[in-house]
Nanobody, 122 residues
Framework: QVQLVESGGGLVQPGGSLRLSCAASGFTLDEYAVGWFRQVPGKEREGVLCMNNNGNTWYADSVKGRFAISSDSAKNTMYLQMNRLKPEDTAVYYC????????????????WGQGTQVTVSS
């Protein structure tokens, strides 16, 4: 059974950092294209960053230079490191994976985590 489980969300002050985790089971994460998305109430889910099977990474303009993806193969887990957080980064964050993707948009991803809330506020 393919499953993704996020953790690490919470409340952080503007300018702070947070690292989200996404643990995979039922498949080998390194063999898949992966992505991180976020969603706020009333808005569509948007891509934060995605990495395809070749390791090429796409970043949303709003997070370039602040967010980064990494992984631990032994733990079958990927991470989203978020630095210099801003109030506009507040959202529910989701990790996702699929065999092959064309673009960093939700419709290309079949497997999703349950989401974790990130709130950036003083």
């Amino acid at each position: 059974q393919v499953q993704l489980v996020e953790s690490g969300g919470g409340l952080v002050q503007p300018g702070g950092s947070l690292r989200l985790s996404c643990a995979a089971s039922g498949f080998t994460l390194d063999e898949y294209a992966v992505g991180w998305f976020r969603q706020v109430p009333g808005k569509e889910r948007e891509g934060v960053l995605c990495m395809n099977n070749n390791g090429n990474t796409w970043y949303a303009d709003s997070v370039k230079g602040r967010f980064a993806i990494s992984s631990d193969s032994a733990k079958n887990t990927m991470y989203l490191q978020m630095n210099r957080l801003k109030p506009e980064d507040t959202a529910v964050y989701y990790c996702a994976a699929d065999v092959l993707i064309r673009l960093c948009v939700p419709k290309y991803f079949a497997s999703w985590g349950q989401g974790t809330q990130v709130t950036v506020s003083s």
